[in-house]
């Protein structure tokens, strides 16, 4: 079966950490902004915004909230893709319609997922030009202070971080699950202890997960690096409780 090139970029995505030092030019730019106003939306209320970061001095004062990760200061271009309701709540305001409506987290769920399906446009789009991004789960860990730094007005919250330039090389793929591991007909068919090891089993085996076992001997298994050094209980409470209380200063709930 011959893949045409939009299943070609979305089966041969990787994330890529490292940029040459090469610009992304402003019409390259512009097709992957466009693209990322493209997609699906709740209502086509299109509650999300986009800030675009260039700036060297931008970059350095971010890149302590980002744990100064290489990627977001050596990246020729960062997306940051925000949940917004500011914009139609104006809207409301300016029109003289109710603007209460959407002070929950019924509207912060719609906010979220038009920002996801935006960004995942422009990775894409992306993809498709020849550039390689990664995404930076710490624009969630420190919530509060993006929002200080970005100057968000209330009701406006990042959920996804984007570096993105040419790659210095393309990564091998990585190991996936099997498609089966995620599908579920008609309807939720639950994990039991056979199914899991049958979703997990080729790559628990891999040389990707031989070498992470490697680097934590203290684990016996993938479960316990996730559990025990990469996304802890502790941590996840913490940056949890962030989350929540920059919710509430953004206006999604209420008190």
């Known amino acids: 079966m011959n893949i045409n090139p939009t299943l070609e ?11 040459i030092d090469r610009p992304v030019n402003n019409e390259t730019l512009d097709l992957i902004l466009k693209a990322a106003c493209s997609g699906s939306t709740m209502g086509n209320m299109q509650l999300f915004s986009i800030i675009v970061t260039r700036d ?18 050596s990246a020729p271009v960062i997306l940051t893709f925000c949940a917004d309701f500011r914009r139609f709540n104006q809207y409301c305001r300016f029109r003289n319609a109710n603007t ?51 100057q968000l007005p209330d009701h406006v919250i990042p959920v996804a971080c984007i570096p993105m330039g040419y790659p210095v090389q393309k990564p091998a793929l990585t190991q996936k699950l099997p498609v089966e591991t995620f599908v579920h007909q008609e309807v939720y068919h639950d994990y039991n202890e056979q199914r899991i090891n049958e979703c997990y089993r080729e790559k628990e085996s ?15 298994n993938l479960a316990q690096v996730f559990t025990k050094h990469r996304y802890t209980q502790p941590d996840n409470e913490h940056f949890a409780g962030v989350l929540a209380e920059t919710l509430v200063r953004q206006g999604f709930i209420r008190r």
Request: proline share 3%; charged share 15%; glycine share 4%.
């Open 9 to 19: 970029t979305l089966f041969n995505h990787v994330s890529v950490r490292e940029y």
């Open 206 to 220: 891999s040389e990707e997960t031989k070498g992470i076992l490697a680097e934590n001997p203290d684990c016996d």
């Open 56 to 73: 060297a001095e931008m970059k350095a004062k971010l890149a302590p909230l980002h744990f100064n990760q290489p990627m977001a200061t």
């Open 100 to 150: 209460e409506a959407y002070s929950n987290l019924q509207a912060y769920q719609w906010a979220v997922t038009d920002a996801l399906i935006a960004a995942q446009n422009a990775c894409v789009a992306a993809e498709s030009l020849g550039l390689g991004f990664v995404w930076l789960g710490t624009i969630t860990y420190n919530v509060d202070q993006f929002v200080e730094i970005l």
